[in-house]
């Protein structure tokens, strides 16, 4: 459903690549964590594949489209909900406001925008405005946004990032449940080892300087996902300790400027 294909990327002003051939592929219902220490081009990657930035080279294609613009079929919840919802509007009325461009009627567009809020368990807050709520219902609230539009590919980039670690947990609980219930692909990035397994259903790593794929693992954990049992598996622990010794390494080979 997405492939990303000897992509490098430098930026205009910058002497050195950022990324550099990366290879990615992703079928469609994965859920798929990139994780990598910080400046290792994550952020940069996602929004290639968002068509918010072109790259140097290679080539992205989605739905086996090539990427050239921001595709429609496509939704990006950033860490930042503060700066992603529109202060004037109602809950319910951010949610539904991307619909517009779905072609969707008023009425069809309410009813989407409550059962996506719903699905994230906000419908009692579908009247209020975006700051009468906190960071971690605000995120909730942009994760609706981004389900209503029922997109083929989500892209989430750190998006518990800025809420407490209990929030934190409650957030990668409900993007799990949303994944189970719709037909969605996720691409997810996180600095957050731990959570890169919790919720992938692999994780890449990108080392850095420049910025490529140096680990693809996959991720299988028996049963549903519990916060503290899931954790204390066997199996949840080696990912763990062999993502984290690949992270690691790409740091240390090349520490931050
Ligand atoms: P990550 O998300 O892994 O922390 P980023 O993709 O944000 O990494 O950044 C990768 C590198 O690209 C960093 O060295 C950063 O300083 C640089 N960078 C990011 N955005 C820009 C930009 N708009 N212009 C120039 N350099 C940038």
New binding site residues.
């Given amino acids: 459903m997405l492939e990303v294909k000897n992509l490098s990327h430098a930026?205009?002003?910058?002497a050195t690549k950022?990324?550099e051939n990366i290879d990615l592929k992703v079928d469609s219902g994965e859920l798929v964590s990139i994780v990598?220490?910080?400046?290792?081009?994550?952020?940069?990657?996602?929004?290639t594949i968002a068509g918010l930035?072109r790259p140097t080279s290679g080539q992205i294609r989605l739905g086996g489209t090539l990427v050239q613009d921001v595709p429609d079929n496509l939704a990006v919840v950033f860490q930042d909900y503060s700066r992603s919802l529109l202060p004037w509007m109602s809950v319910r009325d951010n949610v539904a406001f991307p619909l517009r461009g779905r072609g969707m009627d008023r009425k069809a567009r309410r009813a989407a925008a409550e059962e996506a809020l719903d699905a994230v368990g906000l419908s009692y807050a579908a009247r209020k405005y975006p700051w009468q709520l906190s960071g971690g219902m605000q995120q909730r609230v942009a994760i609706a946004r981004a389900i209503a539009y029922r997109p083929a590919l989500l892209l989430m980039?750190?998006p518990f990032g800025s809420v407490d670690a209990q929030t934190r947990e409650e957030l990668e609980d409900l993007v799990l449940s949303v994944r189970a219930n719709q037909e969605m692909t996720i691409l997810l990035?996180t600095?957050d080892i731990d959570e890169s397994v919790y919720v992938g259903d692999r994780v890449v790593v990108?080392g850095?300087?420049p910025?490529r794929v140096i680990g693809d693992v996959a991720v299988a954990l028996p049963g549903n996902h519990d916060q503290i049992t899931t954790r204390e598996l066997p199996e949840f622990v080696h990912l763990r300790a062999e993502i984290g010794r690949l992270v690691r390494q790409a740091a240390e080979a090349n520490p931050a400027?």
Wanted: with cysteine; proline share 4%; glycine share 14%.
């Fill in positions: 930026y205009a002003e910058a950022v990324l990598g220490p910080s400046g290792c081009g994550k952020s940069t990657l996602l929004r930035i980039d750190e990035v600095h990108l850095r300087h910025g400027a």
